[in-house]
C-alpha cells in the first residue's frame, strides 16, 4: 500500500502533468481558432445559450478531479504516458497546424467527400457513410497520415481531456474483473481506432486478451504498433455493424465515440451486434458524446458541433437516448454517468439460465 508521502508525490505528480497536458492542448484549440480553422460561420450559430471558456474549464477539472480519485482509489493506474514525448509532441503538434487551412478550406466549400471521389488506395470497398472527410480532417480515417495524427487532433478537440474521459471505461471493467481470472477472459474494443483505450486497458490487466475492430487499416496499423509493448493483442478490420465473430464471444464490450458516427440504422445494427458477440453475466460499457439534455447548458454547443467539424448524423445521435439500442437487445442497464463531454452507459447481459431451472 502507498505511504502518504508516496501518494501525495503521485497527486502532485498528476496535477502538474495534467497541468501541462490541458495547457498544451486547449492551447493550440485556440491557436487553431484564431487561424479559423475550428471557427464556424457566425450565421450558423444556434440559437441559445454557451458555455462560457471558464464554465468548460471547470468542467474539464472535475472530470480529472474525478480521473484522480480512481487512480488513488486503486481502479487503475496512473497513465503510462500522461506527459509525452516532448519530440512526438512538437512533431504532432507542427503536423496538426499544418492541416488547419486545409480543414477551413473544406468546411467554407463543403468539402466532406473527397475521400469519395477521388478514393484512397483500399478504401473502395468501405461502406459509403463512411467513406467522407469526418471533422473535416484530410483523408478522413482512411491514411496512414490522417491515423498518426487523430489522437492529438481529438485531445486539441477536448482541450487535453480525451485521455481522462476515455479511462472512465476502466470503471465498471474494473469492477467487472476484480476477482475474475483474466488471462481466460477476452474483451473487445469496438472502433477501437488507433488502440489509445487499449493501451490503458492493457496497462492495468496485461494478460486480459483483447481485440481491437475497426474499419479502417491505417488506423488497426497504428493500434498494432500502439499495443506492441504488450501481448496477447488483435486487431480485425471489419464494420461494427456486420463484426465476424461467433456468438457470444467476448467477456467485456466497450464502444467509445462510435455511435455518433453511424446512421440510424446502421447504430441500431452495431448495438443488436455488440449485444450479440457478448457471453452471459458479460458487461457491454459504451461511451459517446453528451446528448440533449444531459448537460442543458452544453445543449447550443451541441447543435454547433456538427456545423464546426462535419459529424453528417451528430443531430440524429444526440436526439435520442441511445440506451435502449441496447435495452431493447436484452441487455440491462447498470450504470449511467456523464464526464464532461462525454455519456458513459454500462449495461448487462443477464447470465445463462441454470439447466433444470
Known amino acids: ?154 485531445e486539441v478537440l477536448f482541450g487535453g481531456g480525451a485521455d481522462a474521459m476515455r479511462r472512465q471505461v476502466l470503471v465498471p471493467v474494473a469492477e467487472h474483473l476484480h476477482g475474475r481470472p483474466v488471462r481466460d477472459l477476452r474483451l473487445l474494443d469496438v472502433a477501437a481506432g488507433t488502440g489509445r483505450f487499449l493501451t490503458f486497458v492493457k496497462d492495468n490487466w496485461p494478460r486480459l486478451d483483447v481485440t481491437a475492430l475497426d474499419l479502417s487499416a491505417p488506423y488497426l496499423a497504428q493500434a498494432r504498433r500502439t499495443l506492441a509493448p504488450w501481448s496477447r493483442h488483435h486487431a480485425v478490420q471489419a464494420p461494427a455493424e456486420a463484426m465476424p465473430f461467433p456468438d457470444a464471444s467476448f467477456d467485456v464490450v466497450t464502444c467509445i465515440f462510435l455511435l455518433h458516427e453511424l446512421p440510424r440504422k446502421v447504430r441500431a445494427r452495431a448495438a443488436a451486434e455488440m449485444a450479440r458477440v457478448l457471453k452471459p453475466g458479460g458487461l457491454l460499457v459504451v461511451m459517446d458524446s453528451l446528448q440533449t439534455g444531459d448537460k442543458p447548458r452544453f445543449d447550443a454547443l451541441l447543435r454547433l458541433f456538427p456545423v464546426t467539424f462535419h459529424e453528417p448524423y451528430y443531430g440524429d445521435y444526440v436526439a435520442r437516448d441511445f440506451a435502449p439500442l441496447f435495452t431493447a437487445q436484452g441487455l440491462a442497464e447498470e450504470r449511467r454517468d456523464l464526464a464532461f463531454m462525454s455519456k458513459l452507459v454500462a449495461f448487462r447481459r443477464s447470465a445463462a439460465p441454470v439447466a433444470g431451472s
Not at 516532448?86 to 503536423?95: F, G, H, N, S, V
Not at 467527400?113 to 477521388?118: G, L, N, S
Open 1 to 154: 500500500m502507498a505511504t502518504v508521502t508516496e501518494r501525495a508525490a503521485g497527486r502532485v505528480a498528476y496535477a502538474v502533468g495534467q497541468a501541462a497536458r490541458v495547457g498544451w492542448f486547449f492551447g493550440q484549440y485556440a491557436l487553431a481558432a484564431r487561424l479559423g480553422g475550428n471557427r464556424p460561420d457566425p450565421d450558423a450559430r444556434p440559437p441559445g445559450p454557451f458555455p462560457s471558456t471558464a464554465e468548460v474549464l471547470a468542467d474539464l477539472r472535475g472530470l480529472l478531479r474525478r480521473d484522480w480519485r480512481n487512480i488513488e482509489a486503486g481502479l487503475y493506474r496512473m497513465p503510462h504516458d500522461l506527459v509525452g514525448n516532448p519530440r512526438r509532441l512538437l512533431a504532432d503538434a507542427a503536423r496538426f497546424l499544418r492541416d488547419v487551412p486545409e480543414v477551413q478550406r473544406r468546411r467554407r466549400s463543403g468539402g466532406n467527400a473527397e475521400v469519395f471521389r477521388a478514393p484512397l488506395p483500399g478504401s473502395e470497398k468501405l461502406p459509403r457513410y463512411y467513406r467522407q472527410n469526418f471533422h473535416f480532417q484530410t483523408d478522413g480515417y482512411l491514411s496512414d497520415r490522417s491515423a498518426r495524427l487523430y489522437d492529438h487532433q481529438v
